[in-house]
């Protein structure tokens, strides 16, 4: 019986694939170098018979070769232009597939969308564990095309999710990572609908506006009526039934009701030009998701939301709106002021839309929300396919707890994996270690990756267990010149915080406190953090606090709590000062501080150094 073949790996996939769109590329940018010769052949051909024509040199029956010559030109016009289309599509593939080897090694921080406009330096935990900004967690996954998908990835990563949800997403995820084809045409979509990532708030604001055009309900059936009397005067009048002067008076009228309807048409105008911001090609978006066959319920779900009992499919909807959209847009076109007065085009184009928005403009909320929860479980997705290496987290009946084995932190190409345990209420870490030695990365490293699992994402570790939690964090205080905010107040403030979301939350917390208090004496300093941890582990919360103050070690011989001491060390070497980056048990015994300083060729005494010696 012979062994499941392994599947390719990640790095492979994508080679393949974007050589595979790059040779399509290739082969379109050669039939388009052949059309455009072609084009201007016709034209050429077309101008030199009226040219032969007009000079006497050819009988006027060629004018028919000179237009034959032209139709063709607009043929290989619009041939042409499907190529370009073609070609822009191949060119997105290329640029996806690109980005997918990127993020396999450190490629990913050149990416551009990096999410600043999420940033919020009050977020209880978002700033520390780059959540958002150069090299994020949002640069690393982010693959989404249209605005709404961006936003809904941003909220999955900004606040954790209940246990059900997280696997309802795992699941839908689980399902998804596989499927690179439907990811990457789905992608390519809605890169090519959403160009410029147009935000679609105007544009369900203005669908779920009531009717704007009651004040002119008069106007429709008019606009119907109307324009036929006109044509059946101008008829009478040639057949001498009616003096002809009678057909200017229609034409005199259907002007009147032009000039009254005018402005109410470009009130409504104001609001239907947001769907020119790309909204009008989202079809083929939705057309893709109807097609897919999906297992997992919660795609399923999402599938149906697109789908009304007894009504054509979403994307039939959004095939109208573009064509009526089209109707709307020709009166950019220059004979349209003539079109209008003769028929009053805008009158009929724009009730057309309003019966669209009364049909379908409540459900478009709807719709987009479909859309972006698809987005971000691609994104979800992406990372399961890229990082085989991850796991997905097991979510824990109780808590609060968070249970790591083999955990790395997920934003580094090569992290040195370390085993964490906090498996119930009150238990803490309380990590000591010299400068340099990696006890803030394992905090963050376990506050990314609670992030991620709580997102419903895969996690950089072998084991990963944990409850859901709220996470809170203080790491990167910063004071403040403009609200006359020092250090030390700043951070008191953000520790306040803390305590206060801790309470709230009723200890299903996991709290990562990084040197904290040090803009004050050490006396206080040691008073403060044993205070402060003993209040966040009375909640019942459980988290890690870092700290060079060894006094705090003491904790761990508190009643009731199980707070472990554990550390991170240093060693010279030839010379140099070495790291491994593995947590220890128990309190650290070195010190580096003078000899880092001392590396870097600042010149110190210690004074118990030199008793020593003496």
């Known amino acids: ?60 029956v060629w004018w028919w070769a000179s237009a034959a010559a032209l139709v063709l030109y607009g043929v290989l016009a619009i041939l042409h232009h499907q190529v370009f289309r073609r070609e822009a599509r191949a060119k997105l593939y290329v640029t996806l597939n690109e980005r997918g080897l990127a993020r396999l090694g450190p490629g990913w921080h050149d990416f551009t969308e990096r999410g600043e ?21 949002f640069q690393l996954l982010n693959e989404t095309a249209t605005r709404s998908g961006e936003e809904r990835l941003a909220a999955w ?19 998804l990572a596989p499927n690179l084809d439907f990811r990457q045409d789905l992608c390519v979509d809605a890169r090519d609908a959403s160009r410029e990532k147009a935000d679609p708030a105007l544009f369900i604001q203005w669908a779920e506006l009531g009717p704007q055009l009651n004040a002119i309900r008069w106007a429709r059936p008019v606009a119907v009526v109307l324009p036929l009397v006109t044509l059946a005067v101008y008829v009478l009048g040639k057949l001498e039934v009616l003096p002809e002067s009678a057909f200017w008076v229609g034409l005199a009228a259907q002007l009147g009701v032009a000039v009254i309807t005018r402005r109410p048409l470009k009130v409504m105008d104001e609001g239907v030009e947001v769907g020119e911001r790309g909204f009008v090609r989202y079809a083929p978006i939705f057309e893709r998701v109807e097609a897919q066959r999906f297992e997992h319920p919660r795609l399923k779900t999402l599938q149906s939301g697109l789908q009304q009992p007894g009504q054509p499919p979403v994307s039939e909807h959004f095939k109208r709106f573009s064509r009526l959209f089209s109707f709307i847009e020709f009166k950019r076109h220059q004979f349209h002021p003539l079109i209008h007065w003769l028929t009053l085009w805008d009158i009929h184009a724009h009730f057309a839309l309003e019966r669209w928005r009364e049909a379908h403009g409540k459900q478009l909320r709807q719709w987009f929300e479909a859309l972006a929860e698809l987005e971000a479980l691609s994104c979800v997705a992406g990372l399961a396919h890229d990082r085989p290496d991850f796991t997905w987290p097991v979510m824990a009946a109780s808590g609060p707890c968070v249970e790591a084995t083999a955990l790395g932190h997920p934003l580094l190409d090569a992290p040195v994996p370390n085993d964490v345990s906090l498996p119930g209420p009150r238990h803490a870490l309380l990590i000591t270690g010299s400068n340099m030695s990696g006890k803030t990365t394992l905090m ?33 205080v910063k004071d403040s010149l403009e609200r006359g905010v020092s250090y030390f107040y700043a951070e008191v403030q953000r520790i306040k915080a803390v305590l206060d979301a801790a309470r709230a939350a009723h200890g299903q917390v996991l709290f990562l406190l990084d040197e904290i208090l040090l803009g004050t004496n050490t006396r206080e300093r040691q008073i ?35 707070v472990v001491n554990v550390h991170f060390r240093d060693h010279l070497e030839a010379g140099k000062m070495l790291f491994d980056y593995k947590l220890r048990q128990g309190v650290v015994d070195t010190t580096n501080a003078l000899r880092v300083l001392r590396l870097a060729g600042v010149p110190v005494d210690d004074p118990d150094e030199a008793a020593a010696a003496r």
């Not at 606040?159 to 995820?173: I, L």
């Open 157 to 175: 990563l900004s606040a954790p999710a209940s246990a059900q949800e997280v696997e309802a997403r795992q699941g839908a995820a689980r399902e």
């Open 444 to 476: 963050r490293a376990v506050g990314a990756n609670v992030v991620l699992a709580l997102a419903g994402a895969p996690v950089s570790a072998k084991h990963f267990r944990l409850s859901p939690l709220q996470t809170l964090t203080s790491m990167r």
């Open 528 to 562: 403060a953090s044993r205070e402060v941890l003993r209040l966040l582990l009375g909640t019942g919360a459980i988290g890690a606090v870092t700290t060079h103050d060894l006094s705090l070690a003491v904790l761990a011989d508190e009643p009731g709590a199980h």
């Open 1 to 60: 019986m012979s062994a499941t073949a392994e599947p390719p790996s990640p790095h492979r996939t994508y080679t393949e694939r974007r050589a595979a769109a790059q040779a399509e590329l290739t082969a379109l940018d050669r039939v388009s170098a052949r059309y455009a010769n072609l084009r201007t052949l016709a034209f050429l051909a077309a101008a030199g018979v009226a040219g032969f024509v007009l000079a006497g040199r050819l009988p006027k």
């Open 117 to 137: 406009r999420f940033l919020s330096p009050s977020h209880l935990y978002t700033p520390d564990l780059d959540v958002f900004g150069q090299g994020s967690l």
